[in-house]
């Protein structure tokens, strides 16, 4: 492990520590409300082992085989690992039991599989409904329109707890417009928390990456994913 990328590691972590308190004081909130996960994909385990040791406390993988090669090396003593990504319902048992939610559930398919496989292991698995907020084609993710349903039709399945919305916006340059599709989350997880479906629990708004985590959640994101402003520039060789 090379001293310099450690040390820019720190600095990059207390950096969104403090943007992060910062953003959660500007919308009326304390920072220890707003959770701060790391996107770990293309990152070695080491370094991940490093974030933790800094007070990091949530990492989040978004592909299976990548999750699975670098499982038996995290500091999960000290941390909760996520699963963010796309997520097939054919591998779905590879995961379940080892992760402690699946941020990623756009279908009651995918539900009910995940239910199924956290059964089988005497589990139940937390997790979130993933929003095409930007309605765009081939994205993953239930359209605004049909949330509500997908809520009602999971609301049954005994191995699964539903926690909130999940979201990952266009990208776009405009920060009115990047706003606006936060916002619009904002007001879907409110309509649908006042609908008090049983069993849905509307308490996590994950939304934000590095580019856009601070007015995340300046519009109401209390769960926010960071990979490159903290482990810098992705390199997938
Ligand atoms: C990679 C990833 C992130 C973080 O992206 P950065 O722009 O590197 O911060 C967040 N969410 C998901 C689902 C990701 O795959």
């Known amino acids: 492990m090379q001293e310099k990328t450690l040390k820019s590691v720190k600095e990059n972590y207390e950096e969104i520590v403090a943007r992060i308190a910062e953003a959660a004081i500007k919308s009326g909130r304390r920072p220890e409300d707003i959770t701060f996960l790391a996107a770990t994909k293309t990152v070695d385990a080491e370094i991940i082992n490093y974030a933790i ?15 699975l090669s670098k499982y038996e090396q995290y500091d999960l003593k000290n941390s909760r ?16 039991g080892k992760v402690s939610m699946i941020q ?13 496989q956290s059964l089988k ?21 239930v359209m605004p329109e049909e949330l509500e349903n997908l809520l009602r039709e999971i609301s049954v399945l005994e191995g699964i707890s539903v926690k909130g919305l999940m979201a990952i916006p266009p990208i776009c340059e405009n920060e009115q417009k990047i706003r606006g599709y936060f916002a619009n989350m904002r007001n ?41 402003s903290l482990f810098g520039a992705r390199n997938y060789n």
């Not at 559930?105 to 995940?114: C, R, T, W, Y």
């Not at 005497?122 to 907020?133: A, M, S």
């Open 81 to 96: 690992l996520h699963f963010i990504g796309h997520l097939q319902t054919n591998k779905v048992r590879q995961i379940v």
């Open 121 to 141: 292991h005497g589990l139940k698995t937390d997790i979130l409904v993933e929003v095409n907020i930007g309605r765009e084609e081939n994205k993953s993710g």
């Open 53 to 67: 040791s800094l007070g990091l406390k949530y990492i989040g993988e978004n592909k299976v085989q990548e999750l």
């Open 104 to 116: 990623s559930v756009d279908s009651f398919k995918l539900a009910n599989e995940i239910s199924k």
């Open 188 to 228: 879907l997880f409110l309509d649908i928390s006042e609908k008090k479906i049983d069993n849905i629990k509307m308490g996590i708004l994950s939304m934000g990456m590095s580019s856009d985590y601070y007015e995340a959640i300046l519009e109401g994101a209390n769960l926010v994913r960071i990979g490159s």
